[in-house]
């Protein structure tokens, strides 16, 4: 037997860069930017309704694709708010977070060498996810332009694109980046799935949270001609309600799509969070001014740390939506994210991660890192006086 029983295609999956930079946060009293999880609770009536429901038996198994009044609350949500309408009992499952979602979609759809085209940088686990359904990511690079604004190469895009291609997986409002892809990016890759009977698999877990100077709202792919019957479209109550340690999230799509996150989702959890499935039906059906509210606290918190951001000295590229936003390190001396990162504690007290993470061409994030801004405004008040210190030579 070999020292590390992990099977070799796990092997590349290292400890997380998050558990890195969180447990240097903890060791040197730094405010820990790095990993997006709010420090405040998220809405009283949905916390209540949990409080309620754990009180009064909601305590076994729920329904294999979830409970009912969770079903219809993310099909009258998903109307509401995208104009996308969906049958409840065929259509949608709820999932442990968007995160299973997307490894039960990938894990039944693909086959091995089938492959799925992405934008990179991309959220941690979807390389995983595919490589665990033996399948091969074709990564298609984000940039930022002359403006800052990420963009990707229509011909590297097509490139991406072949006789294997079974889906591509797309994230907007895009995590780590900022980036909510445009109509017209969208409308690419509508095309493409269409020229390549591909399927689309989307994750918009922040799909509230596009700022109001962005230049263009956020568009849901399925809501594109010829898309809505091949796309699985994903969400989650964690980024929008402050919750994400609850794990309570879901894909709708046409029901042949729902169907197989669910054979596989049967066989990985089966189902999750019985006691909170009522409270996030709750939360979907709070009024249009709580996500507004939301999004302008957010917003607001942005701002301040683009400010402080710059103040310190870093090209601070826009961010147009999601918690976070990425960062130049080049005005400040750095090449490597990650060496900065490591040293940034030191420094000045913080902690944020290096974008290169979540790049198979790494060198395409090398000079990026990643702040998230879904922190209490004193902490990014805090955070954004500490920053300053960087800019003073010692
Ligand atoms: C946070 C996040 C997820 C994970 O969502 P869960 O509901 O916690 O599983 C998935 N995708 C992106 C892009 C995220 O930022």
Request: one cysteine or more; proline letters at 7%; charged letters at 20%.
């Amino acid at each position: 037997m070999t020292n590390d029983p992990l099977v070799e295609r796990m092997r590349q999956f290292g400890t997380t860069i998050f558990t890195e930079m969180s447990a240097l946060a903890v060791r040197t009293g730094s405010i820990n930017l790095g990993q997006g999880f709010p420090d405040t609770d998220g809405p009283a009536e949905m916390l209540a309704a949990a409080a309620d429901a754990l009180r009064s038996g909601a305590n076994q198994y729920p329904p294999l694709p979830g409970i009912p009044a969770l079903r219809a609350a993310i099909t009258a949500h998903e109307e509401r708010f995208w104009g996308l309408t969906r049958d409840p009992d065929s259509e949608v499952v709820v999932t442990a977070g968007a995160t299973e979602a997307v490894a039960a979609a990938i894990l039944g759809l693909c086959d091995a060498g089938d492959e799925v085209v992405c934008f990179e940088p991309y959220y941690d686990s979807y390389a995983a996810s595919i490589t665990l359904a033996g399948a091969v990511r074709r990564p298609v690079t984000l940039r930022p332009g002359p403006d800052g604004r990420y963009r990707f190469d229509e011909a590297a895009l097509r490139a991406a694109f072949g006789p294997r291609t079974r889906l591509v997986l797309l994230n907007s409002p895009h995590n780590p980046t900022g980036k909510v892809f445009t109509r017209t990016e969208l409308e690419l890759i509508a095309t493409l799935c269409q020229e390549h009977d591909a399927y689309a698999v989307t994750d918009e877990v922040y799909e509230h949270l596009v700022f109001t100077d962005a230049p263009e709202p956020h568009v849901p792919l399925a809501s594109l001609p010829g898309m809505r019957d091949r796309t699985l479209r994903i969400s989650s109550a964690g980024k929008t309600f402050s919750c994400t340690g609850w794990k309570v999230g879901w894909a709708t799509g046409p029901a042949p799509l729902v169907a197989t996150v669910q054979r596989v989702k049967q066989f990985l959890t089966f189902v999750n969070a019985g006691p909170l499935q009522p409270a996030v039906a709750v939360a979907l059906a709070l009024p249009d001014d709580y996500f507004t509210g939301f999004r302008a606290g957010l917003q607001a918190r942005r701002d301040r740390l683009v400010i402080g951001l710059t103040e310190a000295g870093f090209t601070v590229l826009p961010s147009e939506g999601t918690y976070f936003i990425t960062a130049d390190i080049t005005p400040l001396g750095g090449t490597d994210g990650a060496d900065f990162c490591r040293s940034l504690p030191e420094r000045c007290g913080v902690v944020a991660v290096p974008t290169q993470v979540f790049y198979d061409h790494r060198e395409a994030g090398r000079h990026l890192i990643r702040f998230a801004f879904c922190k209490r405004q004193e902490v990014i008040d805090e955070a954004a006086q500490r920053l300053t210190k960087l800019g003073r030579v010692t």
